[in-house]
């Protein structure tokens, strides 16, 4: 048995090791947010967040989170939220596929750095490929929510 | 102007203190706080695509597949309008597949076009029954009533909601004479509404096809031979079975029709790792059969080969050699482009479960009766023993119009007697796809001393769609020649020649398809031509576009030269095209008409270090009617990310017959640090509507490789630029 702690709730399963977080998360817990693109660390679809860090799940093994923090898209956290008001407003998603990844990686990249440049966009969100081409949406959503926490405060 | 929303009662986002326009989300919730969730007996049915009950909520079914064309929202957006519906109660239940829906495939950007007028009809309709029961009830003209934002009013005020008609409207007939509504009055056709599905995309509860789950259901993975058709000879499973969670290795057959499974070893495991595990540990020793000889160079060089001497001509006008040999210049190109992968971000999955006589097939399929045949027939059953679920697509661009992937889920499923995801691995993708054809293509053209074309010869080889469903066809046919014989331009001495070409691999449509080729060498060329006539591209182009057409053409379906002038010249303007660029910048142009939409883009590059940067992508498209925009701007963009990854990276190659390339490794997609910014513009029109998710890909690649020439004086006649180390 392993437990994981997944967006504040602990889970205890079955699963080998060495399985990757996204297929525990996916397969075993049901949480079906946290997407397979490529498996090889190659298109961030995958990517959830570790303890604030952001993670390819596809390439973590479940061992290597246990006793750490998970958060995946389905978690609510501050920055996350906000983030997903302004994918909204800005239509960024076609097909949504790719989507979670990019929130998490935009997550990460806010949790860190409160009002980036658009370099500082491009470096944090390159790992993710997003095949309909919203990118330009994307970015536009994430300097939309550096405004919606100014709002906020 | 700001967005139409369908905020639903379960909206996620609880008003957390924002005080813009993310506001609308929480200020609307309380709407409908006290509206009951239960499902109320007695809706009211007028057709197939709407559903009424008696609370006023409003279900309408999407027929098409959702793979971020925006379909689910724009083909029920008509419906509403039409019906003076609140959006805010609408919900959209996607439909099966099923022959009562008409056709169901979605592909050739062909969902609005076709069924803008039938939504409009089935929206009118519900309007004239609602509004008929109404004066029933009343006991009025139906003539003094009117329907406004989900109610029906009475010229003295009196209103009924709609729902509180349910009763009534089943007792009425369908009125036979139809009255539509006048587009001046329609309040979500034409203008920006948000994806129905927006919130689901991003908390991650939209459920694609890899995210369906039954109780106890298995995961597969097949491997399947590298070659194309080839079969198992033998395999051994002893490594594969010792991976904790596999449960059953066998083999599974060849179908042989266009969209039948592959064949090869399949592997059914407790979940998806455990599944690619056993895959991976299986060893097999294969068939390669007869394409087993595939080597991708060798096949360019071929078909480069057969391009360079006469082929069939396919269509002629005037005298193309006598042009040549009296022109006062002659110019001759050859363009080669490679097979590509659809790549969509969602691998092909399916769930099916067989059971003794029918089987439930949950899978994101662009064409759910292509599904439904393929699996009827390969378990034997009748029509309506097979449900063919649609889910969500995580893209689609062609590849998931081929349900190969469906029926191995269905032969899967019967051999193990359980329900089972069938998931390909990225690799399975970027290896046993539908790709697009490969192509080379000759240009040879003459200009007179004042720079006209006066004759044009255009010759092109590849492997044909039409290989895929009678393998003997080696010639391109159908469209995949009217797409460059039907060129507007207003050349005297003109002609379209064909060269052969086997398949070697399955050959499928990827979005824009031949449009990639054609609209890649046609527009390359006349930038060539128009600066051996030493002019400028824009002029040169709208000259050859020849005479304008009628105000009445502008207005139909026909193909209007007017209209295709028009998005070049607006494109031109947008850019500032002619205009002073910053130091070190140049730009290019492509026009082309397809899917009877007229497209043109300027693209701005710079070079750095002998790399390319793309700044910019001005697109103008006409696609007559619009019904979303914010869909057709967001279609826009992504094309011209397509486009580029086309332009750039794709690249399919085969060597011994098995596909070289892998993953996103080695197939690569263009990525944000790359992506430029991209400014759309929607020409205005009446005319009906024309494609849009394809029409927006084919004039990226061409404004691309201009745009090089112009800054570097190099021209780039092959396809993918990182052949030439360019990005
Ligand atoms: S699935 Fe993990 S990076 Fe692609
Ligand atoms: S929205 Fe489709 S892959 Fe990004």
């Known amino acids: 048995m392993i437990t994981l702690v997944v967006n504040k709730k602990k889970h205890n399963l079955d699963a080998s090791p060495d399985m990757p977080l996204l297929w525990a998360l996916r397969d075993t817990l049901g949480l079906t947010g946290t997407k397979y693109g490529c498996g090889v660390g190659a298109c961030g679809a995958c990517k959830i967040l570790v303890n ?102 | 102007m700001s967005d139409i929303q369908n905020i639903s009662r379960r909206s996620f986002i609880k008003n957390i203190g924002l005080t813009s326009g993310a506001l609308i989300i929480g200020s609307h919730l309380s709407l409908f706080a006290n509206e009951t969730e239960s499902v109320l007996a007695g809706a009211f049915q007028p057709n197939l695509f709407v559903e009424l009950k008696p609370d006023g909520s409003l279900t309408l079914i999407a027929s098409r597949s959702e793979m971020g064309n925006g379909v689910r929202t724009s083909l029920t957006s008509v419906i509403a309008d039409e019906m003076e519906a609140d959006w805010n109660r609408v919900s959209v239940e996607q439909a099966i597949g099923h022959k009562k829906y008409g056709d169901q495939n979605t592909d050739g950007s062909r969902s609005v076009r076709y069924l803008y007028e039938t939504m409009r009809k089935m929206g009118a309709t519900t309007r004239m029954i609602l509004i008929s029961a109404a004066a029933q009830k009343w006991k009025v003209l139906e003539s003094e009533c009117h329907a406004e934002n989900h109610f029906i009013v009475h010229k003295n005020g009196k209103k009924i909601g709609f729902g509180d008609l349910v009763e009534i409207a089943k007792t009425i007939e369908a009125p036979k004479d139809i009255i539509l509504k006048d587009p001046k009055d329609f309040k979500y056709i034409g203008k920006n509404l948000k994806s129905i599905d927006v919130e689901k995309y991003v908390t991650g509860s939209a459920i694609f096809g890899l995210d369906f789950r039954l109780p106890n259901m298995k995961f597969a993975a097949i491997a399947r031979c590298p070659v194309t058709f080839g079969t198992v000879k033998s395999f ?110 969602e691998v092909p999955n399916t769930v099916a479960w067989v059971k003794e006589n029918s089987c439930e097939v949950w899978c994101p399929t662009q064409n759910p009766q292509a599904a439904h045949e393929e699996v009827k027939n390969y378990l034997g059953f009748d029509d309506e023993k097979v449900i063919i679920n649609v889910t969500l697509l995580g893209g689609g661009f062609g590849r998931k119009s081929k349900p190969d992937y469906v029926v191995e889920a269905a032969i899967i499923s019967k051999a193990i007697k359980a329900p089972v995801q069938v998931v390909w691995t990225r690799e399975d993708e970027t290896q046993h796809g539908y790709y697009h054809t490969v192509s080379a293509q000759y240009m040879k053209a003459s200009l007179d001393e004042k720079g006209n074309v006066t004759g044009w010869l255009h010759r092109f080889a590849f492997p044909p769609i039409k290989s895929t469903f009678d393998p003997t066809a080696d010639y391109p046919n159908g469209w995949e020649i009217t797409s460059a014989s039907e060129v507007p331009f207003d050349i005297k001495n003109f002609q379209i020649e064909v060269g052969q070409a086997p398949a070697m691999v399955r050959i499928g449509w990827l979005r824009s398809v031949i449009n990639i080729p054609h609209g890649f060498s046609i527009n390359v060329f006349t930038d060539e031509l128009a600066h051996a006539a030493n002019q400028d591209p824009l002029a040169f182009n709208l000259k050859l576009l020849g005479e304008d057409s009628t105000p009445e053409d502008n207005k139909s379906n026909k193909f209007s030269a007017t209209r295709l002038k028009n998005v070049l010249k607006k494109a031109a303007g947008n850019a500032g095209w002619g205009k002073p660029l910053p130091e070190g910048h140049a730009q290019g142009l492509a ?92 020409v205005e029109s009446t005319a009906p509507p024309t494609g849009v998710g394809e029409p927006g890909v084919p004039v990226i690649a061409p404004a691309i490789v201009n745009a090089i020439f112009k800054l570097t004086g190099k021209r780039y006649r092959n396809l993918p630029l990182s052949d030439y180390e360019l990005v």
């Open chain 2, 591 to 682: 026009v082309h008409y397809s899917f009877m939409s007229y497209v043109a883009s300027v693209v701005e590059v710079s070079m750095v270090e002998g790399i390319v940067k793309i700044h910019k992508i001005n697109t103008v498209i006409d696609c007559g009617i619009v019904v979303n925009k914010n869909t057709v701007i967001a279609q826009m963009e992504g094309a011209a990310i397509f486009g580029m990854s086309l332009a750039f990276y794709g690249k399919i190659t085969a060597k011994d017959g098995a596909i070289e390339q892998s993953n996103f490794g080695d197939y690569r997609m263009v990525r944000m640090n790359e992506a430029p910014k991209i400014e759309v513009e929607i």
């Open chain 2, 236 to 345: 051994d499973k002893t490594e594969a079975m010792k991976i904790p969670g596999v449960e059953a290795v066998f083999e599974i057959e060849r179908i042989e029709t266009p969209f039948g499974a592959l064949g090869g070893v399949a592997v059914v495991a407790s979940n998806t790792w455990a599944a690619f595990k056993g895959k991976e540990a299986l060893i097999i020793e294969w068939d390669n059969g007869k394409n087993g000889s595939y080597d991708s160079v060798k096949y360019m060089e071929m078909l480069t080969e057969n391009v360079h001497k006469p082929g069939v001509v396919s269509k002629t006008r005037g005298n193309i050699e006598a042009a040549f040999s009296a022109s006062a210049k002659v110019i001759e190109s050859t363009y080669q482009l490679p097979h590509l992968s659809h790549a969509p971000m």
């Open chain 1, 52 to 153: 604030d860090e952001v993670t390819y799940s596809c390439l973590t093994p479940v061992s290597a989170a246990v006793g750490k923090e998970i958060t995946t898209v389905e978690g609510a956290t501050p920055n996350l939220q906000l983030l997903q008001i302004a994918w909204i407003e800005f239509n960024v998603p076609q097909c949504g596929f790719c989507q979670p990844g990019q929130l998490i990686a935009a997550t990460s990249l806010l949790n860190s750095n409160s009002n980036p440049t658009d370099e500082e966009i491009d470096d944090a969100m390159s790992g993710n490929i997003c095949r309909c081409g919203t990118y330009q949406r994307i970015k536009k959503a994430i300097h939309h929510t550096v405004e919606l926490k100014k709002q906020q405060k």
